[in-house]
């Protein structure tokens, strides 16, 4: 089950990754980089810095639905394009999972509780972040003003509280991965933005 | 023999960092990191996900070969320029040994022959896309549509079946980095190109 | 007392990571982001590098300082630019701090005085190439011509061959800080300036 989830994970951070390939007019092998990169990047960073071999070393799966999802965007990325309020909710729910998931192994690893809520923030933003870098771009997450780490940070931070307490198991990493669901598409829908340093205009 | 080769290919890649120095006006500070980070990122990044200390950092020549052909281009990159086309002849042989020898090496940590063959990729063209990110731009393996990447995946897919039926040992590795040179060679000479996605124009 | 100065010479390093983020127009997340990384990405690549696990994930000081450092910059940024040429003085103290910190570390796990004084610079610069990176532009270091990497290298240097002659201990540590010190105080004050490649114009 929890695979499942992994995989469909991933699969969503891929299809945004080969989706910003399209953008930028990148041939097919730079799609698949961006895509495994994106899906990938930010467990691999998380796993180097806890010192284990990287999960997506070990798995045929984290490998190949990346090139799935390339192929996917590669023929219909028109059509991927026009779902794009879904991809945003699938998203979402990667976050979610992905901060959460990478929180616990960090936990298990003998992290503190503040270290291991920043690692499982760095697994899930870390992909996208790579994927910006990679393609040219100040990644959006720094700029874009919307709420993206934030949810992460938060439910990270609810992880770690939690396991704290000796709340762990796979309730605790189901409340997290929720919570930060649903602040990230709550903040989608009502525009919560993150503020600009004091006297800073907008630029947009 | 093997110590002499990798010291080649070292040597080429770091030239490439080097020129794309001067083509940045960089300084001189600026060419060696360029030119180290070339020649030994590749590498470096493989280790740190093969969990062990980086070779770059065990060996005397893979550090101060980067400095002498950062010295070659500050003196002399005219000429080193007009030479390019040897250049890229002597780069497709540095790619060929660098995913051969990269693939092998992961294979001998245990890795399965899918993830040794992506590790080894990842030491033939890392090096080369730090060396764009680097220098502000987007990693021309991502979109100039030279097959570059490609014969590199042959190659160590090539090395990884080769292994993985038992057929291990310098012949192995010989014959991946010929097929990678070959191929890579053939795609220059007959302009062969990865495919864009369906419906989307090329820039130039 | 060395846990203070580290502490010191991270908030230095944030502070000019969460700068930038004002600069470029980030938010606050973005700010944070920075100043994380510039702060705390050289240790990280070092001990990477060194297959340990990084001393940022290990100490609660490391991670919090640079948020203080961001919340100063947000709230009070015309003040701290205002106060530039003293924060350059104090980079310059870290820089000479983390160079010889990041050497010596190197040393005790055991390399070369080449591989660690390299390490030793890694430690310095890493960090503000990190933040570059991620703002999207070409690593300072490598283009400005300002003598920067060049104390580290130096101090690091230094470091090294105090050590391998058996002087260690922290007066070896606090001679190549202060050395390194001067040297960029000097390369700032009397323009020192890195060389082009023969026959390259300055740009500006």
Chains 1, 2, 3 share one sequence.
């Not at 990169?37 to 010192?51: E, Q, S, Y």
């Not at 919307?146 to 605790?172: E, I, K, R």
């Amino acid at each position: 089950m929890s695979v499942i989830l992994d995989l469909a994970g991933i699969f969503v951070f891929a299809l945004s990754g080969a989706l910003m390939g399209v953008r930028k007019r990148l041939d097919m092998v730079g799609m698949a980089v961006l895509a495994e990169m994106t899906a990938l990047g930010g467990g691999i960073v998380r796993d180097l810095i806890l010192n284990v071999r990287p999960a997506a070393f070990e798995s045929t799966g984290y490998v190949l639905v990346p090139v799935a999802a390339t192929a996917i965007v590669f023929f219909w990325h028109p059509h991927v394009a026009r779902v794009m309020p879904a991809i945003l909710v699938l998203d979402a729910a990667g976050l979610g999972l992905f901060c959460a998931v990478g929180t616990e192994k960090a936990l298990g690893f003998g992290l503190s509780p503040l270290h291991a809520a920043l690692l499982g923030v760095t697994t899930a933003v870390g992909g996208g972040m790579l994927r910006d870098v990679l393609a040219g771009e100040i990644p959006t997450l720094l700029y874009d003003r919307q709420l993206y780490a934030v949810p992460a940070m938060l439910g990270s931070a609810v992880m770690a509280g939690l396991y704290w307490t000796g709340l762990n198991g796979w309730h605790a990493t189901l409340a997290a991965a929720l919570l930060t669901f649903g602040l990230r598409i709550a903040a989608m829908r009502y525009k919560w933005r993150a503020p600009l340093a004091r006297g800073v205009k907008p630029s947009d």
